[in-house]
């Protein structure tokens, strides 16, 4: 990442959450005794397909409105993917960090695909430069669900659809299950240690400020170890049930109506 830009990271998350009151400064080990990770802050500025009403079954000539199962309506309020909680809750915080990180996001999406870059008043194409490291199927994957977001919305941080800010983190081991394919996991702040240990590769990545990993983190057990200082984490995913929409728009495809 560019100095400039890297420079700026911990300041503008600072000014987006009007000061650093939510951050802590961890001392470098646990209190004695203590062995489980003290709680951190995490906002989830995701989309979800999760829990869906599926129309496999239903009939393609008659409208959802009027399907009925039993004396039971077709829920339509779920047919489509949808915001998390977090997103209505904190928009106003949301719309700060996509303003605030613009070309943060901008440049990271110009690292892993084809991308023109907006920033510093004009407009200019990147090279894919991890193009050996992503798999272009995988970042094609990615990229159709951001294309496919329902209202015509934009994803601010393709070719993922979902942005996680954690604050104070340092997690226990864990695989995040319902991530499709890779995630994309970038450090910020003023600290040292805090490594992401990736178990079944037996890798520790020393990330620091602007540094960020990708990785796949349904199939690959992981944390970060004690840091000293004050740090947080952006984390870019997309849900994996998404699978079932960019195919067949949760089974309503074949309907007249959709």
């Excluded at 951050?23 to 005794?33: C, E, I, K, V």
């Excluded at 047919?79 to 909680?85: D, E, K, N």
């Excluded at 199927?137 to 496919?148: H, T």
Aim: proline fraction near 7%; aromatic fraction near 12%.
């Amino acid at each position: 990442m560019p100095k400039g830009m890297k420079d700026l990271l911990f300041p503008s998350l600072i000014a987006c959450l009007d000061g650093p009151d939510l951050f802590t400064a961890r001392p470098s080990s646990l209190p004695a005794g203590e062995n489980t990770p003290p709680p951190f802050d995490c906002l989830h500025f995701s989309w979800y397909n999760r829990y869906t009403t599926k129309g496999n079954d239903a009939p393609s000539n008659v409208h959802p409105y009027e399907l009925r199962l039993g004396n039971s309506r077709t829920n339509t309020w779920q047919m489509l993917p949808y915001p998390s909680r977090d997103m209505a809750e904190y928009g106003q915080l949301f719309d700060r960090l996509t303003e605030a990180f613009r070309d943060v996001f901008a440049w990271i999406g110009s690292m892993v695909g084809p991308f023109t870059f907006y920033g510093a008043g004009a407009a200019y194409d990147v090279p894919r430069k991890l193009q050996v490291h992503l798999p272009e199927a995988e970042y094609e994957a990615l990229a159709q669900v951001a294309e496919s977001l329902p209202g015509n919305a934009v994803s601010a941080v393709e070719p993922f659809v979902s942005l996680v800010v954690n604050i104070n983190v340092r997690t226990e081991a864990h695989r995040d299950q319902f991530d499709k394919n890779l995630c994309l996991a970038l450090a910020i702040g003023d600290f040292s240690g805090g490594g992401l240990v990736l178990h079944e590769q037996g890798l520790v990545l020393e990330l620091q400020n602007g540094d960020f990993a990708v990785f796949r983190s349904s199939e690959t057990t992981h944390f970060n170890l004690n840091y000293v200082g004050r740090q947080a984490t952006f984390v870019m995913q997309t849900d994996a049930e998404f699978d079932k929409w960019t195919g067949e728009r949760n089974g309503w495809g074949h309907s007249d109506y959709l």
